[in-house]
């Protein structure tokens, strides 16, 4: 599956962006799917997933602020990020996990979010 994200950019704390990710292929709704980010310095981080059954996680640092949603019609996930913080910002990545395989196996190019203070 290929995946193409956008919606990154620069906001000031507190603000709101919403980040989209779009998919190939005619079995997106049966792959769970998954924000990710990585900040300079940082490790690599799972921000939110969200599997067939709509079943969401989230890490605690966006717990609250951030909420992951999917369309199986558009074939997209979308990341709607609010209260936003300087340490929000990274390169945010989005991902496919095949339901016949364990983790996350597809990847798109990431899209930068910076948030000044």
């Known amino acids: 599956v290929q995946l193409q994200a956008y919606g990154g950019g620069l906001v000031q704390a507190g603000g709101s962006l919403r980040l989209s990710c779009v998919t190939s292929?005619?079995?997106?709704?049966?792959?769970?799917m998954g924000w990710f980010r990585q900040a300079p310095r940082k490790e690599h981080e799972l921000v939110a997933s969200i599997n067939r059954n709509s079943r969401t996680y989230y890490a605690d640092s966006v717990k609250g602020r951030f909420t992951i949603s999917r369309d199986n019609v558009k074939n997209s996930v979308y990341l709607q990020m609010n209260s936003l913080k300087p340490e929000d910002t990274a390169v945010y990545y989005c991902?496919?996990?095949?339901?016949?395989?364990?983790?996350?196996?597809?990847w798109g190019q990431g899209t930068l979010v910076t948030v000044s203070s």
């Open positions: 991902a496919a996990g095949d339901p016949d395989l364990t983790g996350f196996n597809s």
């Open positions: 292929g005619r079995t997106f709704s049966s792959y769970r």
